[in-house]
């Protein structure tokens, strides 16, 4: 077996609209392309002998051992390794279930599709189930020793990509609420939702939490002194530089017993508590020291009591814990060695901040702390007796967290907030040392020890005793608030032609609805009126360079072929999806061989717009009017016939449409009519000689309707959208030079050859001569067609080829277009100039006479454009109708506009 091709999917995508974290695998089986794994001797036994497990995978049959019934009666190894590569997953703790597996029109070439957590452990997992297979067909056996490394290796990297339980909780708490979020590429952050209404946090640190707060909590003396002069309770201490500075510092707070830390420290490190001699606050001198970033050490009073985690958010005391040092408990039989190596048996335990609890280690603090209470290691405590093992009470030393919410009483409630808004912090952790929590502070001694910014909440969320406290609730309720939004609208248009103009005229609507919108295209992403980053950028990423965006309103999303089947969708769900038609066009690449398998794919637009979104498709398409029975979202059509079939019956149930009639784009919503614009007074519509534009502008027009614009900013915007060679390069840009028009279009496939037609025909001022072309990753037959077309559109052409040829040799491309073009008319007059610059330089120089029409059909348009514009023409221009045959135009010309 070879593995061809891995692919990651990130959203919604061609095999599942829900799950949409699914790696992708061409697999090529080879010799065993035509043997199913009954006829694999020893193969069944093997499997099963490696993966017991597998068992409980029910696959179609619907039950427990469904799967490996399939293998006993024999499936082909691609379905196979689909399951292999999710049990991988789930017996290193990523439990996974979703797969699928299809044979490709290449016989023995598989896509093997399965879900994953996290995404290179996904990748890992393909190719670690393709290792596994291939070794039992090989020798009958996968060696237990492989097995074991690649569960430790997925275990690895699902630790190290593990978020916090902080985090985690938040993010549940989101996803929740239907909340989206991402992981930025830096610092550990995550943004909750879109555009304008995007938060971030930083572990349990937000975007509200102010850095002089911050600043503030990891000052403990400043905390100390700032608390002290509000009057709330604190532990009497100093600071010191030096070592020499000890012993008065010990005068200063009134003796022993004391605490020595570092000034700047955090999670417990470098603390000592309890400290009742000399030659124990030295030793606690130099472990404080060692661990400050600076030299200062506070030196503070020992305050006997519990201590306690107050958990503040947003002003509220949300949760309070109980948290008791790392201790063993004696049984009376063993060592407290081996006491330590049983407690940190417990599953909820292990290393860092990602467990439940901490992995309790043993080291020379911990010894010496025994030896205080009369203990070695190899001492057998008797049954019952506590030997306490760290002098700090923090969960990431071993500690465990006692929930006492309940408990605390209101006085020191209304303390803990104070403390809160005294230093500055929307999310604090509060330390309290006090004998009884169920007391004010003031009658027991109690003090407030010190304020945490970026509290963790693994103490609240799972205590080892007590009531769980999902403390994420507040978190989210302090990010947005009741009835704050966290998505921006997200307007998707994908298609086989148009997908740009109908992403640009609706950005355009959009705009003139007052919003800040951002957009991408296959020339570019845009940001309101800017160029943010230049290019075909048209997939997940450029989506979400808008969606990460704060300054976003709105997003209008062109929605690519290339990028759906690379990596699914950049975004979860949408708003409005817009399907403009389907096409032959790439087929037979990415395993895309039928115009159905097109229409799927583009689908996948549709399929993602919300419940209560709109699908808007076209009506006089039936691959995309089908759409409809797929789609979770209202549907809306639109259509250039007002007497089709399906808008009537669509718009008698109150369904909602958009029509070109009487010579008007109108929205009809049930029985009412709404006329938006006469298509002579669209630019775009030429005059309403351009059909194909006029059903670009009714797809934009129709999806703005439907989320909410008004039907005066639509018109507005219909009049004033004039997409010039700057604003839309490529998209039936018309120059006026002077004697003769040049029209660049980057049409490039039949269906959007046949458009151009509908415009090119209809002049008759000049001879019409074409620069045409295609790319290269298109069906021999594909080719033959465009020079087919070519023949009826033009009096002449010029057959250039791509620079990047896209794999055929040179010259391919146009012999195929040439022998199309003399198909249909044998003695047509044509020449073969290869270079595309200089196929254009010999039309716009050497051919172009009074009254021509010169179309070029580039592979670069900005090429192009730069040609034409070398021969100075007098301007751009987009007349209402096409040229007599004089020469004179009819109509009013703009003095720059081109059109698609």
């Known amino acids: 077996m070879k593995i061809l091709k891995i692919q990651t999917l990130r959203g919604p995508n061609y095999w599942s609209i829900r799950r949409q974290k699914l790696v992708l695998m061409r697999l090529d089986l080879e010799d065993l392309a035509d043997r199913p794994s009954n006829k694999i001797p020893g193969f069944y036994q093997g499997l099963t002998q490696a993966l017991p497990s597998l068992m409980e995978h029910f696959c179609s049959p619907g039950h427990r051992g469904g799967f490996l019934s399939r293998v006993q009666e024999g499936t082909m190894m ?371 020890v010190e304020v945490n910014a970026a509290p963790g909440f693994r103490m609240h969320l799972c205590p080892s005793e007590g009531i769980p406290r999902n403390v994420a609730e507040p978190v989210m309720d302090l990010l947005y608030p009741p009835g704050t939004p966290s998505r921006i609208p997200i307007l998707a248009v994908t298609g086989t032609n148009g997908k740009t103009t109908t992403t640009r005229l609706l950005a355009h609507i959009m705009k003139q609805a007052g919003y800040m919108v951002g957009y991408t295209t296959t020339d570019g992403t845009y940001i309101g009126d800017y160029l943010v980053e230049p290019g075909d950028n048209t997939g997940p990423q450029s989506a979400q360079l808008i969606l990460q965006d704060p300054t976003v309103e709105v997003a209008v999303l062109e929605c690519a072929r290339g990028g759906i089947l690379r990596s699914g969708l950049g975004f979860s769900a949408c708003d409005v999806g817009v399907v403009l038609n389907v096409s032959a066009d790439h087929l037979g690449l990415g395993d895309i061989d039928t115009i159905e398998d097109m229409a799927r794919v583009k689908s996948v637009v549709a399929e993602s717009a919300l419940p209560n979104g709109y699908a808007v498709l076209n009506a006089d398409d039936p691959l995309v009017a089908e759409m409809a029975n797929r789609v979770r979202a209202q549907v809306a059509y639109f259509s250039l016939n007002p007497d089709n079939p399906l808008i009537r019956a669509h718009t008698q149930r109150g369904g909602l449409a958009a029509v070109y009639e009487n010579g008007y784009l109108s929205i009809l919503k049930g029985d009412w009519t709404l006329r938006i614009e006469q298509s002579v007074n669209v630019p775009l519509a030429m005059g309403g000689r351009a059909p194909f534009q006029i059903a670009n502008a009714l797809a934009a027009s129709l999806a703005a309707f439907a989320q909410g614009v008004r039907i005066e900013e639509i018109r507005t915007a219909l009049a004033t959208f004039q997409s010039t060679a700057q604003q839309t390069p490529g998209r039936m840009n018309l120059f006026d030079m002077g004697s003769y028009h040049t029209l660049i279009d980057y049409a490039h496939n039949p269906a959007s050859y046949e458009a151009l037609g509908s415009f090119v025909r209809n002049w008759t001022a000049g001879e019409r001569i074409g620069v045409i072309g295609a790319p290269g990753d298109r069906r021999d037959r594909d080719f033959i067609e465009l020079g087919q077309l070519s023949a009826t559109m033009f009096d002449r052409v010029i057959i250039k080829e791509d620079d990047d040829t896209r794999g055929r040799d040179r010259g391919a491309v146009a012999t195929l277009i040439r022998a199309g073009l003399l198909e249909r008319r044998p003695d047509f007059p044509h020449e073969v100039i290869l270079d595309e610059t200089e196929a254009i330089e010999y039309a716009l120089d050497k051919l172009a006479r009074s009254g021509s029409l010169v179309v070029i059909l580039p592979e670069s348009v900005s090429r192009a454009i730069r040609l034409v514009r070398t021969r100075k023409p007098l301007q751009e221009s987009c007349p209402a109708q096409p040229q007599n045959g004089n020469g004179q135009k009819h109509g009013v010309g703009d003095p720059e506009t081109s059109v698609h």
């Open 78 to 448: 691609g379905h196979i390794i689909e399951h292999v590569a999710l049990e991988l997953q789930t017996l290193a703790g990523m439990p996974t279930g979703f797969g699928r597996t299809r044979e490709t029109s290449t016989p023995g070439i598989y896509q093997v599709v399965f879900e994953y957590l996290d995404e290179q452990a996904g990748r890992y997992a393909a190719r670690a189930a393709v290792r596994l297979c291939q070794s039992i067909v090989e020798t009958g056996k996968y060696p237990q020793e492989e097995l074991e490394q690649d569960l430790f290796d997925l275990r690895e990297i699902w630790a190290d990509a593990a978020l916090g339980p902080s985090t985690e909780a938040i993010i549940a708490e989101a996803e929740h609420r239907g909340i989206p979020w991402l992981r930025l590429s830096t610092r550990a952050m995550i943004q909750f939702g879109q555009g304008v209404y995007q938060r971030r946090i930083q572990a349990t640190q937000t975007d509200q939490t102010g850095i002089l707060g911050v600043e503030l909590a990891c000052d403990k003396e400043g905390t100390k002194n700032i608390l002290r002069e509000a009057g709330v309770p604190v532990p009497r201490g100093t600071v010191i530089q030096y070592y020499d500075e000890l012993e008065s510092a010990i005068r200063d707070v009134g003796g022993f017993p004391i605490v020595v830390k570092p000034l700047d420290g955090n999670h417990g490190r470098g603390i000592t508590i309890n400290v009742n001699s000399m030659e124990a606050a030295e030793a606690a001198y130099d472990f404080a020291s060692a661990h400050a970033k600076t030299r200062a050490v506070i030196i503070e009073r020992y305050y006997e009591g519990r201590d306690h985690r107050v958990l503040v958010i947003n002003g509220k005391v949300v949760a309070v814990a109980e948290r008791v040092p790392a201790h063993v408990v004696g049984d009376g039989q063993s060592t407290i060695r081996e006491l330590v190596e049983q407690t940190n048996q417990d599953p909820r335990r292990g290393s860092g901040h990602d467990n439940v609890l901490t992995r309790i280690t043993v080291d020379e603090a911990s010894e010496q702390l025994l030896a205080e209470q009369g203990y070695t290691l190899e001492s057998v405590p008797p049954k019952g007796v506590i030997c306490y093992l760290k002098a700090t009470a923090n969960l990431s030393t071993g500690g465990i967290a006692i929930d006492r919410t309940d408990d605390i009483h209101p006085e020191n409630i209304w303390l803990v907030q104070r403390v809160a808004k005294i230093i500055g912090l929307d999310i604090a952790g509060i330390d309290i040392v006090t004998p009884d929590i169920t007391r004010p502070l003031r009658e027991v001694n109690g003090v407030v």
